[in-house]
């Protein structure tokens, strides 16, 4: 809840610092943009790798991301969120991406690299990873739609009406999507965890 | 409400994603429902399975990110500098080039200011010829005009009186037959 909590500010209003700091970067000042790039990465790079469930991909993507933010920086108004626009620039280009590309056969061991330095015991460490498994097959039964509406809301804590603005749908499109999604990872996670049983 | 709740209904109502009305209602239904408590529990199970399975972006991971990215930005600023220069190099030799060519054209300029040779190189004649009994006279050689060099009347016995000019250009001699009446001063 603290997680949603602080997204949705940096969501909806940002500190002065930040703007000041899009000023100089259109200025041209090379280490403010490094430091708007410090600030939005691990929300951009988080987003990536669960839209994309390929950790590779995601950090192509969030340098993307960045890329384009720099490049289009000079028709940024200052006074807009930047949150927002950075949600919707990576939902797009994961979108573009999956589109493109074939499944991805590297998540596992990706994710087992991340519990490498966890406080797990082995058997611990077995059994996140197979629902880490479960989860990320789960996902890939959504549309891409439904999974980037229940990224958002589900793991990103957006509202309704900010995942909404961010897929430039309507809500009530939104809130199909994400109940058609949480029914359907539901259903598979209960018939895995079943078989398993 | 009749029978059990839509389990898309139930799907909503377990984060609050339902309108306050419609979220009253299925709120009143799954407390005294246990078909539908058990759907809302496996649902919550499936989203507290799916919110714990993805750890945040480590830090090794994030400084990769932000290396490449500045890392692009830093080559692209130079690539444009790059560009900016071959831009200006461009333009300077294109003057240098423009200019040399025009030094090149003065040369000829200068020649063409010179004073064209206007009379023509041959003058036809178009009357018939008259036997004169004249002896021939040769008049000196005397500049007449810019141009024209020599003037010589020529008078042979049997043949038209003409004058002879010999202009700046040697390979340019006028000849011009005087009429009958036409007399030529000569000093």
Known sequence: MEMAVSLMCQFTAEPGSIHRLIRKAKAGDVSSFEQIVMLYERTVLRLARRLLLDPEMARDAAQEVFLRLHSKLGKFQEDRALAPWLYRITVNLCHDLQRRSKPSLVVALDFAESLRDSALNPEQSVALLQQQELVIAALKELTPREREAIVLRDLEGLSTAEVARVLRSSEGTVRSQISTGRVKIKRFVMAQLGRQA | ?187
């Open chain 2, 1 to 187: 409400m009749n029978g059990h709740v839509r389990e898309e209904l139930l799907a909503l109502y377990l984060r609050n994603d339902l309108p306050e009305k419609d979220h009253g209602r299925v709120a009143r239904h799954a407390n005294d429902c246990p078909e539908c408590q058990r759907t809302l529990a496996d649902l919550s199970r499936s989203y507290e399975l799916l919110a714990r399975s993805f750890a945040d972006p480590d830090q090794h991971d994030l400084v990769s990110v932000r290396r490449a990215v500045m890392r692009q930005i830093h080559a692209g600023r130079q690539g444009h500098r790059v560009w900016g220069l071959a831009a200006a190099a461009v333009v300077l030799l294109t003057v240098a080039f423009v200019l040399a060519w025009q030094g090149e054209r003065q040369e000829p300029l200068a020649v063409a200011r010179l004073p064209r040779p206007s009379p023509p190189a041959v003058i036809l004649l178009t009357r018939p010829f008259e036997v004169s009994t004249a002896p021939v006279v040769r008049a000196p050689h005397k500049r007449i005009e810019p141009g024209i060099r020599t003037a010589t009347l020529v008078t042979e016995t049997g043949e038209p009186a003409y004058l002879k000019m010999k202009t700046s250009d040697p390979n340019v001699v006028i000849l011009w037959q005087l009429q009958e009446n036409e007399k030529v001063a000569t000093p």
